[in-house]
């Protein structure tokens, strides 16, 4: 059972538009979400994340945007740029620390 | 300073066999994860360590067991192999593992099993 769901597996933009990323989750006791990046090869990297007293977080080119009611969360990107190319996960956590991913959408910037 | 390193880089392993990872965290974090990721399932979260305790734990089989050492290094053995265990296996490290602690992961080890 998946509690937090990247419901898109790939996602195509053309460079200087923006790229939404959506997460969906199950959980009502997460309470702090995170998005990494991947590129092949590598590790996760922490790009942003939002704790659920937030409704928005920014920083530069990305914001996170979460909706509690709808338990729902988007990463936008803008504008997007050749080098975002990667997949992006999504993935949330609550008192007990155990993050929970999503299976990533793979976002692919095109010149 | 030097992020999260992980040895080896890649393993091939046949069915039985036990292995075992090594995981070197950025120093001065105290908290280590392992974390396995296969193409279906994603990233799933194996244990926590933190200062030599196992802290938390995933919903995965005894074969899969970790520790950590009193420098903050961490290794993971899967014992008794199984072909399912290929996977690629990450390390992240946090300085205290709580909740708004950003993990930094290593490269990951990519283990097949045969």
């Known amino acids: 059972d998946q509690q937090v769901k990247q419901n898109s597996p790939s996602l195509s933009v053309q460079e200087g538009r923006i790229s939404i990323l959506n997460c969906d989750y199950t959980?009502?006791?997460?309470?702090?979400f995170l998005w990494y990046k991947k590129y092949p090869a590598e590790g996760p990297t922490f790009l942003i994340s939002i704790s659920s007293i937030k409704d928005k977080n920014e920083d530069g080119r990305f914001t996170v945007f979460l909706n509690k009611s709808a338990k729902h969360l988007s990463l936008h990107i803008v504008p997007s740029q050749p080098g975002d190319s990667a997949v992006y996960f999504c993935?949330?956590?609550?008192?007990?620390?155990?993050?929970?991913w999503g299976l990533g959408t793979s976002l692919a910037v095109n010149p | 300073k030097a992020g999260v390193t992980q040895t080896p880089r890649y393993l091939i392993k046949t069915r039985g066999q036990q292995v075992t990872l090594s995981c070197s965290p950025i120093?001065?974090?105290?908290?280590v994860s392992w974390y396995q990721q296969t193409p279906g399932q994603g990233l799933q979260f194996l244990f926590e360590y933190f200062s030599e305790t196992q802290r938390n734990k995933g919903n995965f089989p005894g074969r899969f067991s970790g520790r950590q050492f009193s420098n903050s290094r961490s290794e993971m053995n899967v014992s008794t192999l199984e072909l399912g265990d290929s996977a690629l296996y990450l390390c992240?490290?946090?300085?205290?593992?709580?909740?708004?602690?950003?993990?930094?992961f290593g490269p990951g080890t990519r283990l097949t099993v045969l």
């Open positions: 993935a949330a956590t609550g008192n007990n620390r155990k993050l929970i």
């Open positions: 992240a490290s946090s300085p205290l593992g709580v909740e708004s602690d950003t993990q930094y």
């Open positions: 959980n009502s006791m997460f309470d702090y």
């Open positions: 120093s001065g974090h105290r908290s």
